[in-house]
């Protein structure tokens, strides 16, 4: 409806205007008309998306950050959040997995790797589905932080430390004891630096080969229709009492592309069940007022 309307007005300010400048007929009342459809073409185009109801709905805090990568606009619905750094959780994946096809430790996504009993199934809930034998692809599809704890003791943070500052992803904070310093400790990503991160993905302009790249915005793909593909990856991590959700990505269309970076938080005594799945309904009820998934 909104696009008809544009269509409309941008037709009639053109006809009026211009039977105005060719007939130089009823001149003040030509260009009252021309000044009233451009004043309302003006209040439609800067209205305002709204970001905030969403959250709303949800009952939850957080913030969604979107860049129209054609028109160059960003748009808030919070925006000191969208600029202050927390840990990524499992968004992390998605510039992990790059880092681990470009150094070698694994050849492809389909690379399997082995569960052994020495690995640590508490950090992350109950999940009995998640500790076998499993592709690194199936992996990051389905979230198994394990393997990819297994890959970056391989990795070594001395080439995360490296690999991270030449993409300028995040604070470069690597102090965690642990390997796991993207789910717990002091590294840290806002959600407009994710996107930075993610338009250069898209553009293929990071230190990355093109090939691993390809592989990547492969196995990124979560959704697919006959106008567009959404490339993503969610997040959920607990800090200093709190829990932290995220979904991050982009939607690629023909004439088009829409990044977000979306983080909720709350504390983790509050029970909130829809609290996972709110991180897409939000994002996706804001990507439908801008018309990115028609």
Known sequence: MGRFLYNQIDYLTFKTC???NHYQINMKS???ICI???LLYSALATSQVDMVTPFKNCKIEGSTTIYDYKNKKWMYSDAADAN???????TFKIVNLLIALQSGVIKNENEIVKFTEKQDTTLYGYRPDIY?????KNAFEVSAGWVFVDLAKRI???RYQHDLKACHYGNGNLSEKGTDFWNFGSFAISPRN????LVKVYEGTLPFSKRNMDILKKVMVTEETGTFTIRSKTGWTRDNGNDIGWWVGYVERKDNVYFFGTRLTKKRSTIHPDF?????TITKEILKQIHALD
């Open 132 to 136: 076998m034998d499993m592709t690194v």
């Open 84 to 90: 202050k750094a927390t840990l990524p959780a499992s």
């Open 194 to 197: 994710q996107i930075e991160f």
């Open 30 to 32: 030509m260009r009252l």
């Open 156 to 158: 070594g943070k001395e």
């Open 18 to 20: 211009h039977y105005q």
């Open 36 to 38: 009233i459809f451009t």
């Open 276 to 280: 996972g799945s709110c991180r897409k």
